[in-house]
């Protein structure tokens, strides 16, 4: 009987200590070295700065928690739905807040995206009538390319046009200055199959190069605001006025997720940045405001480039 009970005890010993190995694990994985943020709001699609601030949180924060330790926070539906910042409040003209993350638009809410080391999250209010979605921004360059979505990065293939490897050489060495690791050039009448579904591409061409004219087809569904009409580019506001008509010369940062990613625009996965202009001009302009001015269009979400200016867009 008492030999019984003795095996009985030590089973119970061994069980608690197992458990609490168990749990010393778990406390050591969950406690371990605090993560470095971003964190960003703007309005009327990053023309005005409300703040931007870096933040230092414990692995497996989530996007709102990180929001509420630098902003006054206002919520709806339980919770899930930011309804303000700093007052700053959904509706009306200013329109409602989006949450984008290393330049891509999340496929999930605040609470549920868990930010990894290095992420920038952003929050813009602005006007969706014109544009219900808007996949990708360029202004938090040179994101997606160094942290990717969700702690996966996709390589990155900047794809030139016939005459432009030059500058595309320029773009791959400013990219790998900059911390970008897999990055690459390549012809565009060289891009696989497999590359064009799961990369990250840069497209660097004219208007008239084929993928670029791929992507100008479907622009309204891809979230563009700058679009290509006989041999101009046009240029929308965010209540889908023609504002402005750019000739020769004239370049183009806009962003986008990749169409040929099998799982859609919208996976969160891969982007595809159009990096054109009217002319070969145009196309140099832009590559040289993405290597040496990319300050000029911090918190953009997309930009042109005329006359020598970086502008906004949409305004």
Known sequence: MKRGRLVVLRILLLVCALALSGCSTQTSESAGADISVRVVATQSFGQELMFDETLEVPPGTSAMEALKQVAEVETAYGGRFVNGINGVRSGGAKGDWFICVNGIVTNVGALDYTLRDGDIQRWDIHDWRFRMFIPAVVGDFPEPFLHGYGGKVYPTVIVYEDGLEEIARDLESSLQGLGVVDVSAERMSDLGESERQHSNLI??????????????????????????????????????????????GSGVIQATQSPWNPDGVGACENVVWVVSGTDEAGVKSAVDALINRHDGFQYACAVVVADGEIIKVPQ
């Open 203 to 248: 497209l660097v061409g004219t208007l008239d190069c084929s993928l670029v004219s791929q992507l100008n087809q479907p622009w309204d569904r891809l979230g563009f605001f700058i679009h290509f009409e006989d041999g101009v580019m046009v240029v929308y506001n965010s209540k889908g006025e023609a504002v402005a008509e750019c000739g020769p």
